[in-house]
Structure formats: structure tokens, C-alpha cells
Nanobody
């Protein structure tokens, strides 16, 4: 059974940093892209970042560029999201997922095996 478990969220002040982790168990996805999404209250789930199966290619939402860094550790079967210079508008539940369709679209429907999410709250 495939399971993705996110961790690392918390309550921080604006300008602080957090590193989110997504531990994958039950299967390895060495050839699959892995993505991070977030969902704020009353809003749709939105793309944050993705890393390719090889780890050589990354893609970020405009809101994340220059502040967030996605990486993956194949030995630990874990994907990370380093978030720096956090802003109150980054407040959301953050989810990781596996790309199962396509290669370029970044909609939630192209991803599967969603974790339960980890809450990130940034105070001003």
C-alpha cells in the first residue's frame, strides 16, 4: 500500500523558514515526478513545486520562485520543500503527491497518492 506522509509544518513568523518532508512508503517512484501543492481555507488546491524523476528538473509556481526549493533523497524515498522568507499568504495545508499523468500540466488531477497534509501557518 502506497503511503505519503508529510511533516515539518508549524506556526512561524513572517520571514522565517521551514522544511517540509514527504516520506513515501510502499513503493518507490524513482522515475516519477513528485509535487507539492497547498490549499488555503476557502481556496482551491494550488501547485507549488515539482521535481522530476531524475531530480534534474524542477518547476515552481511564481509565488514560490526564489524562496522555495524542492529536492528529493532517493535513499530515504523522501521529498523535501525548503521554504524561506515565509509570508502570511503562504499559510495553507501543504500536500505532496506523485505525478501519474502528463509531463507539463500542474493541475491536481495529474497527481495521485496524496498525503494527509501538514499545516503551515505564517503570522505577520
Amino acid at each position: 500500500q502506497v503511503q505519503l506522509v508529510e511533516s515539518g509544518g508549524g506556526l512561524v513568523q513572517a520571514g522565517a523558514s521551514l522544511r517540509l518532508s514527504c516520506a513515501v512508503s510502499g513503493r518507490t517512484f524513482r522515475s516519477s515526478g513528485m509535487g507539492w501543492f497547498r490549499q488555503a481555507p476557502g481556496k482551491e488546491r494550488e501547485f507549488v513545486a515539482e521535481i522530476s524523476g531524475s531530480g534534474a528538473v524542477t518547476n515552481y509556481a511564481d509565488s514560490a520562485k526564489g524562496r522555495f526549493t524542492i529536492s528529493r533523497d532517493y535513499a530515504k524515498n523522501t521529498v523535501y520543500l525548503q521554504m524561506n522568507s515565509l509570508k502570511p499568504e503562504d499559510t495553507a495545508v501543504y500536500y505532496c503527491a506523485v505525478r501519474v499523468y502528463g509531463q507539463s500540466r500542474t493541475t491536481p488531477t495529474d497527481f495521485a497518492y496524496w498525503g494527509q497534509g501538514t499545516q503551515v501557518t505564517v503570522s505577520s
